[in-house]
């Protein structure tokens, strides 16, 4: 990969799994995961598959506790490995709970630096009692926007997302499907009342305030539900709403790799041959008592 090439892999996304790497070509060996709700296994494969040897795992952004969102397989990993868990300080707690070891969990509410190549910034979004987390990434490559489990798009999400090179967020149900699936009602309301998931819809309503200011170079749209949603859908709603995004655009698979979000920015000073970048540290964020 070209030292200045931004990249986000979806290993998976949906209902079964959320997990993505993002890679900034050869100014680290070190990746980022976005969210951690495959395996260790099943991303240690991706890992092998799509980065150049010698790529570790540099942190993994957690945007929120569920399931789908976090594999409890992860958390004897992490006692071995002591890879940085990046979260809101809402989710500490949880993350206790569920067995993440504590000298792993890093809390960033606003904006913080990872290191020599990496600013995180967290936006809160509205998803069940907690929230869920949208990330911003500025690295040199590039800037990355990532938002999923959402139920609404505030001014504030929609002001963080403009600009970013590479653009993830949620297109989990179809509203008709949703009101018209035999779910029971209380899971209707849930997942439709401005607390739970985001529509097509308002997917599209948010590309549109976001491309109004500044189009980003690829778009991953995520989390469709395996019940309420269709990808033909989902194709066909953004070939009428945004007919020239079709061609960068990735609809993620629900549980398997899709085509990478790739984005090439300026060159960046050439690193002499046999002598990759060496990988730098990832300070600590705060960390509640």
């Known amino acids: 990969m070209d030292g200045a090439q931004l990249s986000i892999t979806m290993l998976a996304s949906g209902s079964s799994g ?27 494969e991706g890992l092998l598959h799509r980065c150049p040897p010698g790529t570790e795992l540099g942190a993994i952004l957690l945007t929120h506790l569920d399931g789908d969102h976090w594999h409890r397989s992860w958390s004897a990993q992490l006692a071995r490995h002591g890879v940085p868990v990046i979260l809101r300080a809402a989710h500490y707690a949880g993350a206790l709970a569920l067995g993440i070891p504590r000298a792993c969990l ?29 990330f911003i990434l500025d690295t040199p490559a590039g800037r990355v926007g990532w938002a999923t489990d959402l139920g609404a798009v505030h ?20 509203a008709r499907m949703q009101r018209e699936s035999p779910r ?68 993620a698979r629900r549980s398997e790799p899709s085509p990478a979000l790739r984005f090439t920015g300026a060159s960046e000073q050439p690193v002499a041959a046999g002598r990759p970048r ?12």
Not at 18 to 33: C, H, Y
Not at 34 to 39: E, R
Not at 160 to 172: F, P
Not at 211 to 217: E, H, I, K, T
Request: hydrophobic share 40%; glycine share 8%.
């Open 106 to 134: 890093h809390v960033v509410e606003h904006e913080s630096g990872l290191g020599e190549h990496l600013r995180v910034r967290a936006v809160r979004t509205p998803h069940d009692e907690a929230g869920s987390t949208a």
């Open 18 to 44: 959320n997990a993505a790497i993002v890679q900034f070509g050869s100014l680290t060996r070190r990746v980022v995961l976005l969210d951690a709700g495959l395996s260790p296994r099943r991303v240690r």
């Open 155 to 174: 001014d504030e999400l929609i002001e963080a997302l403009t600009g970013v090179d590479l653009l993830g967020i949620e297109c989990n149900y179809d």
């Open 184 to 251: 029971p009602w209380h899971l209707k309301q849930r997942i439709m009342g401005g607390h739970g998931h985001l529509s097509n819809d308002q997917a599209m309503e948010a590309l549109d305030r976001i491309r109004a200011v500044a189009d980003p170079a690829a778009i991953g749209l995520l989390h469709l539900s395996r019940d309420c949603n269709c990808p033909h859908l989902v194709s066909r709603l953004l070939s009428s709403r945004h007919a020239d995004l079709a061609d960068r655009t990735v609809i």
């Open 278 to 289: 060496p990988a730098h540290a990832w300070p600590a964020t705060r960390v509640p008592a």
